[in-house]
């Protein structure tokens, strides 16, 4: 509400007179006492009993189009971590325009622009390689194809939670450390279906003879000769991935074997999963820490179709829906 010049007026004048905040509450054109406490700051200052902004409720401005363009082509194209203060500067720095950094946040949530998770990509990644692969499978195979795997470490820090609620200060909370505590080596094989198996192994690492034995037992004998669904093995360019052993393995089933492009770990559904399956194992850290082998092979089989086509698409892979949760 804005008060006219004569109640500011008449509310100053009481002031002087050596009434209280409360008194003057109480009369009938009585403003707040935030109101009052304003009125007199600005009356000393400057000796007037007009409002800084003549009577009219100061509203947020806007921002200049060009101004939210080049924000939005400096998030595509340079770098899209930068802080609120930072793109002020920015904006001084090519414009010689200040905004405030609540109207900066306030133009960018109207854009429909916040923070979100980041998805690294490596540098050195060759973006030939990357469309001639992706030329290949959208080309020759579908989703339904597609038989992903990778090997992932749990470790007993998996259970940690790093958030917590509290009032006006950091939250304690005593922690066990675990220092030199085996986790498990996981080796999930993912399909449109879902997470088709998991190979779960106490090692710290794993040998191509471990590798082998999992991938003999869990994957092979879901494999079809190609084109059937099941019918290609999709997988990063590991050292132990390499072996010549994997190759006669998938091709005397009558399958087809492709590596992902160097660094295109982001073209690896199966990499997708393994975030929320820490996530499951941090929910459900009881169970975790009383028996991790049954967390984990449940965590991994959280892992629904519907999960699973979400992570073929982020991948390029085009997926279609039939029918609710029926996926190709």
């Given at each position: 509400?804005?008060?006219?010049?004569?109640?500011?007026?008449?509310?100053?004048?009481?002031?002087?007179?050596?009434?209280?905040?409360?008194?003057?509450?109480?009369?009938?054109?009585?403003?707040?006492?935030?109101?009052?406490?304003?009125?007199?700051?600005?009356?000393?200052?400057?000796?007037?009993?007009?409002?800084?902004?003549?009577?009219?409720?100061?509203?947020?401005?806007?921002?200049?189009?060009?101004?939210?363009?080049?924000?939005?082509?400096?998030?595509?194209?340079?770098?899209?971590?930068?802080?609120?203060?930072?793109?002020?500067?920015?904006?001084?720095?090519?414009?010689?325009?200040?905004?405030?950094?609540?109207?900066?946040?306030?133009?960018?949530?109207?854009?429909?622009?916040?923070?979100?998770?980041?998805?690294?990509?490596?540098?050195?990644?060759?973006?030939?390689?990357?469309?001639?692969?992706?030329?290949?499978?959208?080309?020759?195979?579908?989703?339904?194809h597609i038989v992903c795997f990778d090997e992932a470490r749990i470790d007993p820090i998996t259970q940690y939670r790093t958030h917590g609620r509290g009032q006006e200060r950091r939250v304690n909370y005593t922690q066990h450390?675990?220092?030199?505590?085996?986790?498990?080596?996981?080796?999930?094989?993912?399909?449109?279906?879902?997470?088709?198996?998991?190979?779960?192994?106490?090692?710290?690492?794993?040998?191509?003879?471990?590798?082998?034995?999992?991938?003999?037992?869990?994957?092979?004998?879901?494999?079809?000769?190609?084109?059937?669904?099941?019918?290609?093995?999709?997988?990063?360019?590991?050292?132990?991935?390499?072996?010549?052993?994997?190759r006669l393995l998938v091709e005397a089933a009558g399958a087809l074997l492709l590596y992902l492009p160097a660094y295109g770990y982001d073209f690896q559904p199966v990499e997708k999963c393994f975030s929320k399956i820490r996530?499951?194992?941090?929910?459900?850290?009881?169970?975790?820490?009383?028996?991790?082998?049954?967390?984990?092979?449940?965590?991994?089989?959280?892992?629904?179709?519907?999960?699973?086509?979400?992570?073929?698409?982020?991948?390029?892979?085009?997926?279609?829906?039939?029918?609710?949760?029926?996926?190709?």
């Amino acid at each position: 509400m804005v008060f006219d010049l004569p109640t500011r007026r008449k509310v100053i004048k009481c002031v002087w007179q050596g009434m209280s905040m409360r008194e003057i509450g109480r009369q009938p054109f009585g403003p707040s006492k935030t109101a009052v406490s304003e009125w007199i700051r600005h009356f000393l200052l400057t000796g007037s009993f007009e409002t800084p902004s003549q009577g009219h409720r100061v509203r947020m401005g806007l921002m200049k189009p060009e101004h939210v363009l080049f924000l939005l082509e400096h998030f595509e194209n340079v770098d899209p971590t930068i802080y609120l203060d930072e793109m002020q500067g920015l904006l001084i720095r090519f414009f010689a325009r200040k905004y405030k950094i609540s109207l900066i946040c306030a133009t960018l949530i109207r854009r429909g622009v916040n923070r979100k998770k980041l998805s690294l990509i490596a540098e050195r990644r060759n973006e030939h390689e990357r469309a001639v692969h992706m030329r290949l499978i959208r080309q020759r195979f579908t989703a339904e194809h597609i038989v992903c795997f990778d090997e992932a470490r749990i470790d007993p820090i998996t259970q940690y939670r790093t958030h917590g609620r509290g009032q006006e200060r950091r939250v304690n909370y005593t922690q066990h450390y675990l220092r030199g505590q085996r986790g498990h080596s996981v080796l999930g094989f993912l399909v449109l279906e879902g997470m088709l198996s998991v190979a779960i192994s106490p090692a710290r690492g794993i040998t191509s003879d471990m590798f082998l034995l999992d991938f003999k037992t869990h994957l092979l004998p879901h494999l079809n000769p190609f084109p059937g669904p099941r019918s290609v093995v999709l997988c990063d360019n590991a050292v132990i991935h390499h072996i010549a052993e994997l190759r006669l393995l998938v091709e005397a089933a009558g399958a087809l074997l492709l590596y992902l492009p160097a660094y295109g770990y982001d073209f690896q559904p199966v990499e997708k999963c393994f975030s929320k399956i820490r996530l499951w194992l941090s929910r459900n850290r009881a169970l975790a820490r009383s028996n991790p082998r049954v967390a984990i092979y449940r965590a991994c089989m959280s892992i629904t179709g519907t999960d699973a086509a979400n992570y073929f698409r982020s991948c390029g892979i085009e997926v279609q829906e039939i029918v609710d949760g029926v996926f190709i």
